[in-house]
């Protein structure tokens, strides 16, 4: 199941315009024989290439969006003491 996306434009050298895609996606939880299993995330990044994924386990899947959160936060952090200096 598609769970969102993100497009991401960009241009080459040329100035050709390409597109990639970062697709989130899931499979949920199971049972095999009697037990119950861990869904599945999947992080598809889709190209006028290819296409290439990872199968995240839960577990796996917190650790990406904690890491991922905390740089972001961080990277505006910066981006706002740089402001702040220039108003300064």
């Known amino acids: 199941m598609?769970?969102?996306e993100i497009i991401?434009?960009?241009k080459d050298e040329?100035?050709?315009?390409h597109?990639?895609?970062?697709?989130?996606e899931s499979e949920k939880p199971t049972e095999s024989n009697g037990f119950p299993r861990d869904g599945i995330v999947v992080v598809r990044l889709i190209n006028t290439i290819g296409s290439v994924a990872?199968?995240?386990n839960p577990d796996e899947a917190l650790r990406l969006s904690t890491q991922t959160l905390a740089v972001a936060k961080e990277l505006?952090?910066?981006?706002?003491?740089?402001?702040?200096r220039r108003e300064d």
């Open 14 to 17: 040329k100035g050709e315009q």
């Open 76 to 84: 505006l952090n910066q981006k706002r003491d740089l402001w702040n």
């Open 54 to 56: 990872i199968k995240l």
């Open 8 to 10: 991401h434009w960009w």
């Open 2 to 4: 598609i769970e969102d």
């Open 19 to 24: 597109r990639t895609i970062l697709r989130i």
